[in-house]
């Protein structure tokens, strides 16, 4: 397509900002950078590497009363909240890194979620018996005004019995900007329904993943490489898109690559970020290449992960979590 004007250019920048899911997953993804080689790269410390989660520290009635930081990169870091000075029951907010992967594997990644509980069972110190309730689907809305999107989710309520006493519990599970949100709540058995503390988890989730911030910067960052067009040069005979200007500042999107008239105008960075859309490359939560700090606002606290790549063998696939920030104004 070829464009000129400021409403072509309004045009091409509503593509830019289209956002697809791809397919990079939880695991060594191709380099897709410029002047990448298409060698492998590493997930965490590659493709991830670094993420700043921002969440609310009151969620209605709920409050963060700790944060915990895992030490393997893996499993990240969860939040627990507790309402007023309810000792009987908590919600626990899990964050770990995914990538990008389909809806599909949300319903098996649910159910091992419930395996891994009911392997607790006849454990010392676990669980004497657990009953599951069947795997359900919900929808989490994120955004606001043209920005909503709705996220698939998954709920389980179980009954779990141990020594000093029963608890009904459910489990949420979605994945939201690369990242797992997972939530459990427990509460005594005499307390609650079990319907009734997987409808007010799902209901919690919902409002806590629509107040919180997910930006992480890395490889998933990949934007079209961009040449420059030798001057004299004719313009390509065909483009994927294209912006054209008598002001000397022409851009084309050929292939995988940009070639611009002037590399760094705006026309070629805008037709290099549109190839990561065109290109499903343009992943929901990658903000950019480089470290970034988002705002923290009052009554918020940011989670820092910085990923480092392995080291050569498995057990030293890791990563670093950096200090928290805090927006308690």
């Not at 209901?203 to 067009?229: D, H, K, M, N, Q």
């Not at 009052?298 to 480092?308: D, K, L, M, P, S």
Request: overall charge negative; some cysteine; aromatic content about 8%.
């Amino acid at each position: 397509m070829a464009t000129t004007g400021s409403g072509r250019w309004a045009a091409v920048m509503a593509a830019v900002l289209l956002v697809s899911t791809g397919g990079a997953a939880a695991a060594d993804v191709p380099d897709a950078g410029q002047g990448g080689d298409n060698a492998p790269q590493p997930f965490l410390g590659g493709f991830l590497a670094e993420t700043r989660i921002v969440y609310p520290l009151r969620v209605g009635d709920w409050e963060a009363v700790g944060e915990k930081l895992y030490d393997v990169a893996e499993l990240g870091a969860s939040v627990r909240y507790r309402s007023g000075g309810s000792l009987d029951r908590w919600i626990d907010i899990y964050f770990y890194p995914v990538g990008v992967v389909p809806d599909s594997h949300l319903d098996e990644a649910a159910r091992a979620t419930l395996q891994e509980i009911g392997s607790g069972v006849g454990v010392p110190g676990g669980y004497t018996s657990a009953e599951f309730g069947a795997l359900r689907s919900f929808h989490v809305v994120t955004g606001d005004g043209d920005d909503e999107k709705p996220l698939s989710a998954r709920s389980a309520d179980m009954r779990l019995l141990r020594e000093g006493g029963a608890w009904h519990s459910a489990m949420t599970l979605l994945v939201d900007r690369m990242y797992y949100v997972k939530g459990r709540y427990s509460v005594a058995a005499t307390a609650m329904r079990r319907g009734k503390v997987r409808s007010e988890l799902e209901s919690f989730v919902a409002e806590l993943v629509r107040g919180t911030y997910i930006g992480s910067t890395g490889r998933c960052w990949s934007p079209a490489r961009i040449e420059a067009l030798p001057a004299g040069a004719a313009a390509p005979g065909e483009s994927r898109a294209a912006i054209e200007s008598d002001a000397g500042d022409s851009a084309y999107l050929v292939a995988d690559r940009v070639l611009a008239r002037d590399p760094s105008s705006a026309a070629a960075q805008a037709l290099a970020l549109l190839a990561m859309s065109l290109d499903n490359r343009l992943h929901p939560g990658c903000v950019g290449a480089e470290p970034h700090n988002p705002e923290v606002p009052a009554g918020h606290r940011e989670i820092r992960f910085e990923y480092r790549a392995p080291a050569g063998a498995p057990s030293d696939r890791g990563g670093r979590l950096a200090p928290s920030r805090d927006g308690l104004g």
